[in-house]
Nanobody
Framework: VQLQASGGGLVQAGGSLRLSCAASERTFSNMGWFRQAPGKDREFVARISWSGGSTYYADSVKGRFTISRDYATNTVYLQMNSLKPDDTAVYYC???????????????WGQGTQVTVSS
């Protein structure tokens, strides 16, 4: 499956953005988002189950970000509210997420989209 992320941009602290991830075909797996800030490792942000009935978030974004999916368009969204400068990163969508030893990984990756939050 090919994943195409979009929706990044420049926003002031406290603002909102919505990222989209369009899949080239129906993905019968969980999907999610990761991010990588300059000089830091890529980190998990959010995951949504195949059914859409279960979501999971990193503590750093819980209560501010919401992940959702639209089966009709094979698209996953990440609504980001109350953005902080620390949220600045390249955001990557992914499919077939899993954990091992407390670390998240994914089987398929999209290209990144830049999110910059100014103070």
């Amino acid at each position: 499956v090919q994943l195409q992320a979009s929706g990044g941009g420049l926003v002031q602290a406290g603002g909102s953005l919505r990222l989209s991830c369009a899949a080239s075909e129906r993905t019968f797996s969980n999907m999610g988002w990761f991010r990588q800030a300059p000089g830091k490792d890529r980190e998990f942000v959010a995951r949504i189950s195949w059914s859409g009935g279960s979501t999971y978030y990193a503590d750093s974004v819980k209560g501010r970000f919401t992940i959702s999916r639209d089966y009709a368009t094979n698209t996953v969204y990440l609504q980001m509210n109350s953005l902080k400068p620390d949220d600045t990163a390249v955001y990557y969508c992914a499919a077939r997420l899993g954990t091992s030893g407390g670390s998240w990984s994914a089987g398929s990756w999209g290209q990144g989209t830049q999110v910059t939050v100014s103070s």
